[in-house]
T-cell receptor, first 116, second 112 residues
Framework: GAVVSQHPSWVICKSGTSVKIECRSL??????MFWYRQFPKQSLMLMAT?????????EQGVEKDKFLINHASLTLSTLTVTSAHPEDSSFYIC????????????FGSGTRLTVV | KQEVTQIPAALSVPEGENLVLNCSFT??????LQWFRQDPGKGLTSLLL?????REQTSGRLNASLDKSSGRSTLYIAASQPGDSATYLC???????????FGKGITLSVRP
């Protein structure tokens, strides 16, 4: 089945630095990937839709200059949190849809970001 | 705008009980409906996908159904086990590569 690999699983960074999170589709090509954010005991909030070879589409209220998304290949999308602040601390999860119509959406294992 | 609701937010049952988790959505033009499981601090694991032309799917002790006309989906868990304890989320989309809309999830606790 479709597998999405996300790295790192957790990261601690200092306030003001930037952090890059990678999302890879291991056994399929993903022209579209999705980035979510999840706060404790809450559901997933879609941040942006990552499109291979073109600009990402951001949801309302999400700062595109703060959350940089690059989808340079059919198997890799990256999310960079720039000039991170403590309020950016959260759980970030990516997902992609399998190539076959019966695959549905597959999610990465998530990245716990803590900004100190 | 599609809205997905899951009630109750939490559920506690004794081991061995059969249970039903409910999910309702506002837009009947739902394309695919997918049920996920999330363990604390982890990503989402896909449980069942019901495609637009289907009405139900089964995998082991799990059965999910979809009724577009009533705007409801249910996840049936047979003979629940403590290992089933997790948060269960349902999500729907409106077309190929459209975004998923999630419910807030139901946190299930199965007591030994």
């Amino acid at each position: 089945g479709a597998v999405v690999s996300q790295h790192p699983s957790w990261v601690i960074c200092k306030s003001g630095t930037s952090v890059k999170i990678e999302c890879r589709s291991l056994d399929f090509q993903a022209t579209t990937m999705f980035w979510y954010r999840q706060f404790p005991k809450q559901s997933l909030m879609l941040m942006a839709t990552s499109n291979e070879g073109s600009k990402a589409t951001y949801e309302q209220g999400v700062e595109k200059d703060k959350f940089l998304i690059n989808h340079a290949s059919l198997t890799l999308s990256t999310l960079t949190v720039t000039s991170a602040h403590p309020e950016d601390s959260s759980f970030y999860i990516c997902s992609a849809r399998g190539e076959a119509s019966n695959h549905g959406y597959t999610f990465g294992s998530g990245t716990r970001l803590t900004v100190v | 705008k599609q809205e997905v609701t899951q009630i109750p937010a939490a559920l506690s049952v004794p081991e061995g009980e059969n249970l039903v988790l409910n999910c309702s959505f506002t837009d009947s033009a739902i394309y695919n409906l997918q049920w996920f499981r999330q363990d604390p601090g982890k990503g989402l694991t896909s449980l069942l996908l019901i495609q637009s032309s289907q009405r139900e799917q089964t995998s082991g002790r799990l059965n999910a159904s979809l009724d577009k006309s009533s705007g409801r989906s249910t996840l049936y868990i047979a003979a629940s086990q403590p290992g089933d304890s997790a948060t269960y989320l349902c999500a729907g989309d409106t077309g190929a590569n459209s975004k998923l809309t999630f419910g807030k999830g139901i946190t299930l606790s199965v007591r030994p």
